[in-house]
């Protein structure tokens, strides 16, 4: 009898102690969690935040992928996760899915407000998974919306090779805590990211001012040092702009001035950097582009220029532009090689297609002028 007790009370013992570890696990588990989340929430741009949740987060709790989904109502969320980053692009474009509220308005209505656990994650939401290379070895998933004021802005996917590791039926407490700080810190940076945008931006012509221009110039710059590649900046100048304004009123100059950034934007790659620099100044950076190739460009916007009619109340008149070209293989200025000089050798590239420029308008207006290390050395 007393044995049997005995007995009993050790197999009560081990269950106590087996719940008792359960405990102090989950509550582990909750504490790293939550670590994340507030990590997530700290995040400062969506660039932080996308390598967080689908790098960091994958390797930090042993999962097999993670999936994000975000429902783009703004139609910038993609520029504003991937920037002129291709690398993160090929990177994460399987695993950050930029969803359009037309044409992804199917998927989107699948999208439930409650998380989802075990297998029916699979027959739901497998859409998500399609262009991950780990599909293969996914056994378990989790799925989390993100809600902001009760609104479905995107969702999770938590993915794992271990087939027990998200069941149905078991607590999602800590899982809903951090899909909650995931929505947060998705809608936070993004918005803190237009913002920036905005304060980049030419009012007038909507394409980046000088600021963001000379920012962005340094990284092409390193970029280039990196991969022993080209690039080339030019400098493009109404001529007689005064007069234009003068004779015709401010209103048509500032026409004038929208007309040529559409011209210049629709002539370039989507990854060349089109800035306003002064008045009637713009600036185009051109990564791993040759001289050669950029003077051909230059040629083209300074005959479609010229050869574009402007109207303003029933008077009709045509401009022309200058433009002045400098290349980062100069030869001094390739040698220096570190990516430390950005600063000094963007400064210098830049002082150099202004004196193409300069040449280019002296020698009467209406051309391009390259800068020559031989004849304008600075
Ligand atoms: N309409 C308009 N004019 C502007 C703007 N910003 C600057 N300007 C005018 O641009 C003119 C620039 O004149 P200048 O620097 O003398 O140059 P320019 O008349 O183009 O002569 P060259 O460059 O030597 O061919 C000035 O009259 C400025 O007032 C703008 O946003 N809109």
Redesign the pocket.
Known sequence: MISLIHSRNRLLQNKLNELIKQAKDNEKKQELYEAFGFEVIGANSPEELRNLLLSDFVTRFQLKDVVLSFIDRHQDAERLFFGHDEEARINYEKRLLILDIVKDAGVIASFIKEPLLGRAVFEKYCWMMTGLITRDQIKSAAYLPLLRSGRIIGAMLLLSHDGNRFPQGVGTLFLQKLSAMTAIAVENCLNQQRLKEISYQDV?TQVYNRRYFDLRLNDEIARSIRRDDDLTCMFL???????I?DTYG??A??QV?ISLVSQIKNQVRACDIVARYG??EFVVALPATTLQIAHEIAERLRQTASSTMHRVQGRQFQISI?IGIANLRSADMFQQRDEQDCNIISTMLLARADKALYRA?ASG?NQIAVFTYDTELL
């Open positions: 007038l100048d109404v001529d007689h702009f005064k007069k304004n401010h209103q100059g500032d001035l008045g009637e200058s308008k207006r």
